[in-house]
């Protein structure tokens, strides 16, 4: 396996800000386990940021948002990036549209995508349905994502595990299966 860690929009703007979701709480001490775990075993670290330009899409929906160079877009201190990890703006729920992540995890020789963050039945959904179209074999562990409701998390969930054979264990149990070497 050689796997890839995205997180996906761990950003002010979606943990205290106008999208500030309380249960986001949970998921950021596991994040974290989950990035330590993943550099002592030499996986790819990426992160995926909403770095919205005035007029996308989105802004009809949730009004505006992580706009690309304001504070609200940066990833929260708690899981702050790494020299070594890649940071790719986003302007879209995929992860991977118009992104440059799909290429960079080509040359990376990535084949599994880990994905952790928000939301489960939105950005980590339509990041799911890009993966899954590459070719990747995705893992969306269960203490790792998040959404504003219980019934959008498990729903994104059961979406994810039906649609795109998405495996989601618990983050322990995903280090657990793939010890250091
Ligand atoms: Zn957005």
Redesign the pocket.
């Known amino acids: 396996m050689h796997p890839a860690v995205v997180v996906v929009?761990m950003l002010d703007d979606f943990v205290t800000g106008p999208l500030a979701n309380p249960r986001s709480e949970r998921i950021i001490p596991r994040i974290a386990e989950l990035l330590d775990g993943a550099r002592d075993r030499g996986w790819v670290v990426c992160y995926a940021n909403?770095a919205?330009l005035p007029g996308?899409p989105?802004e009809k929906i949730?009004g505006q948002?992580?706009m690309a160079g304001t504070p609200g877009a940066q990833v929260i201190a708690r899981l702050a990036p790494h020299a070594t990890d890649i940071e790719f703006p986003k302007?879209?729920?995929s992860s991977f549209y118009e992104t440059g992540l799909g290429g960079y995890l080509r040359q990376r020789d990535v084949d599994t995508v880990i994905l952790v963050g928000q939301h489960t039945h939105m950005?980590v959904r339509h990041t799911s349905a890009d993966a899954f179209n590459l070719g990747l074999r995705i893992i969306v562990p269960t203490d790792g994502v998040e959404a504003f409701t219980d019934a959008d998390h498990e729903g994104g969930l059961a979406y994810l595990r039906q649609v795109y054979g998405a495996s989601t264990p618990t983050i322990a149990e995903l280090l657990a299966s793939h010890p250091t070497a």
Do not use: G
């Open positions: 929009d909403d919205h996308d989105e949730w948002h992580a302007r879209y729920y950005c």
